[in-house]
């Protein structure tokens, strides 16, 4: 019904039918992938029972996996391929320790749910979002931390912390419902764009922009409705 296949760390999950279940138990596993067989009418739908701790790379290939509201904790989420996939976040907590990457989602169906997807600590880290619709995503760190953020996105809440300095890509527009750029006057919010003289678009339709100690470089207008300054 399901192969699991463990080679030099890497997980290789393929399902022949749905409902299969994955428990990874308390272990941290070094990479894990989900490789379909193929549609995911024809078989390969998995359901986490369990929260999922991986250090490498977590990829969706083919396809389904539900998460049923577990956590996951992984360096890298790749959901960038071409085959017919679907991703369903339900109220997950995810994460990502450098990259989450939907940089291709030609064959993506996604469901944020009410997840939130989350970056903490140092390294610099990118956020590749393919245009999708995403719930909740945060960017916090304990110190300094360097973001991207690319392709033309959708958030519910988009969350900075203090001391990021986050980079979009210039030319296409980040649109959420709600903006929270809380930071300090020691450790300030810092925004630009990836191209000189080229604007990014930070982009809310109503509501108040929660905003404060933020550094604007290199940027062009800034779409609001109302900026809160302290």
Not at 12 to 19: A, I
């Amino acid at each position: 019904l399901g192969d699991v296949y463990k080679r030099q760390g890497l997980w290789n999950l393929k399902g022949h039918v749905n409902d299969l279940t994955f428990n990874a138990g308390s272990q941290t596993l070094a990479s894990v992938s989900f490789v379909g067989p193929g549609t995911t009418s024809a078989g390969g739908t998995w359901t986490l029972t369990n929260d999922l701790n991986v250090s490498g790379t977590l990829s969706v290939q083919k396809g389904s996996l539900v998460t049923d509201d577990y956590s996951i904790n992984s360096a890298v989420f790749d959901i960038s391929t071409t085959e017919t996939k679907a991703l369903s976040l339900g109220s997950s907590d995810i994460s990502i320790g450098t990259m989450w990457d939907a940089n291709d989602v030609s064959g993506l169906t996604f469901t944020s749910g009410t997840s939130e997807i989350s970056f903490n600590g140092t390294n610099a880290v990118s956020f590749n979002g393919g245009g999708l619709t995403y719930n909740d995503v945060r960017f916090e760190t304990p110190s300094n931390m360097a973001a991207s953020i690319n392709d033309a996105n959708t958030f519910n809440n988009l969350l900075f912390g203090e001391g990021l300095t986050v980079t979009l890509e210039s030319g296409v527009t980040q649109t959420m419902t709600q903006l929270d750029a809380t930071a300090s006057c020691n450790n300030n919010v810092t925004i630009n764009s990836s191209t000189a003289g080229t604007s990014a678009t930070l982009s809310q339709s109503s509501g108040t922009v929660d905003a404060n100690f933020i550094n604007l470089e290199g940027f062009g207008p800034v779409s609001y409705t109302h900026l809160t300054l302290p």
